[in-house]
């Protein structure tokens, strides 16, 4: 139709009409392309949002999680600490248990889940990453990725060359059939075997590095992010809430 009047007024040499139809087609190119653009952002701040409600949820239920394990593994090296303190000093042989019993059994193993939220993994695999508007919280989003091959990484340099204690030495530990607080231990003989010392140390040492830069540190990650994506989210919905009281936004189809 547009065609046909410019057609027309060509042969009628009505330049003016010509121009005018010339605007209208520019003009409406033009708007077009802009209420794409605008559909086009509309569905990026959706997609963002869903993007950060979903993380925020799975973060929720991982940080109880988290927090638990590094509780239970503070627990135990703290077990392995008074131990230690017997062992060094002689004293306090009395309130040793099969509670430490167990923790010595259990001090090589390093076995604790390191999280990582699924939408994570979908934001950076897809790179749909670049949906995240704010600077800050894409950052952090790619920095804990790149924080869990570390703790990954550190939690198996910590795992090489650990000794099974129970195993190595049967005559100082017998380990329980049922739990692990089932073990028995004999304190004062492990306090007279230095190899027994020596490797006990050097088990309780990794197992501090292990409850200070691997659960510890996911703790302290997880919760970080955790509230940097809550922040992130409730300035997504005002931001939106924002935009759809606007008309342009809202007539938009």
């Given at each position: 139709m547009i065609l046909r009047r410019?057609?027309?007024?060509?042969k009628a040499q009505n330049w003016f009409a010509v121009g005018i139809?010339?605007?209208i087609v520019i003009a409406g190119v033009f708007i077009g392309i802009q209420v794409a653009n605008w559909n086009d952002a509309r569905r990026d701040r959706d997609a963002e949002a869903l993007y950060l409600d979903r993380l925020h949820r799975e973060l929720s239920t991982i940080s109880p999680l988290v927090e638990q394990d590094h509780k239970d593994q503070r627990d135990r090296l703290e077990r392995l600490d008074e131990v230690r303190m017997f062992l060094a000093t002689g004293l306090g042989i009395e309130r040793l248990d099969g509670r430490h019993c167990g923790a010595l059994s259990q001090s090589h193993i390093f076995a604790d889940?390191?999280?990582?939220p699924a939408t994570i993994k979908e934001l950076i695999a897809t790179g749909r990453i670049v949906l995240i508007r704010d600077d800050a919280t894409r950052t952090e989003i790619l920095s804990f990725d790149q924080n869990n091959e570390r703790l990954e990484q550190i939690r198996t340099d910590i795992q090489i060359d650990r000794v099974l204690l129970a195993r190595k030495y049967p005559q100082l530990i017998i380990a329980g059939l049922g739990e692990w607080e089932d073990a028995i231990c004999d304190f004062e003989a492990m306090s007279l075997n230095q190899s027994y010392l020596n490797d006990f140390i050097d088990n309780m040492r990794?197992?501090?590095?292990?409850?200070?830069?691997?659960?510890?540190?996911?703790?302290?990650?997880?919760?970080?992010l955790r509230g940097t994506i809550a922040s992130a989210s409730i300035a997504t919905y005002a931001s939106e809430a924002s935009s759809s009281s606007a008309p342009v936004a809202s007539e938009v189809k």
């Open positions: 410019v057609t027309e007024h060509v139809d010339f605007f889940t390191i999280f990582y990794r197992y501090a590095a292990y409850v200070s830069n691997v659960t510890g540190r996911q703790s302290e990650v997880i919760e970080s």
